[in-house]
């Protein structure tokens, strides 16, 4: 038994293990799912609010109020949802071959980011990963120091 954390979950939803795979995917989500109800709810409230505010303002939508102060027109939201929409057999094509090349009959959500290198995967701990960054950082604190 291991504890799963934000910062441990990609070693088990990595591995190469597909029960682990598995397992680490459910109880992940778990506490997600059995708050469901909650979110929906929270999201329906949300949605309705930001409705009734956009109808305040004049807006003609909800989606037009919330894209307004960023200055991007509605048609743009449009075109992307069209695009990632027009493109998503490139995205099933992808998992199709995963599948494939991990010899699995199914694929599913904990299958997503099983690593196609097999056990040859950078694995970098808590500390080390801490390095890794101090040392790539160091370089603007040097550059900050006068003379």
Do not use: C
């Not at 409705?51 to 004049?58: D, W």
């Not at 027009?86 to 599948?99: E, S």
């Not at 099983?114 to 603007?140: M, R, Y």
């Amino acid at each position: 038994m291991v504890q799963l954390t934000h910062g441990n979950r990609s070693q088990f939803t990595e591995s190469l293990k597909r029960p682990v795979r598995k397992e680490a995917t459910l109880a992940y989500a778990k506490p997600y799912h059995d708050l469901r109800n909650t979110f929906a709810q929270t999201l329906n409230s949300f949605v309705g609010a930001q409705n009734a505010v956009a109808e305040l303002r004049h807006y003609q939508s909800g989606r037009q109020a919330a894209l307004a102060p960023h200055q991007i027109d509605e048609q743009v939201y449009d075109t992307l949802v069209k695009t990632v929409n027009d493109h998503l057999d490139l995205a099933h094509r992808w998992y199709r071959i995963k599948k494939d090349y991990l010899g699995l009959t199914d694929f599913n959500q904990a299958d997503i980011n099983t690593p196609l290198a097999g056990d040859d995967v950078l694995k970098t701990t808590f500390a080390e990963g801490k390095q890794l960054t101090l040392d790539a950082l160091s370089v603007l604190v040097m550059s900050t120091r006068p003379g």
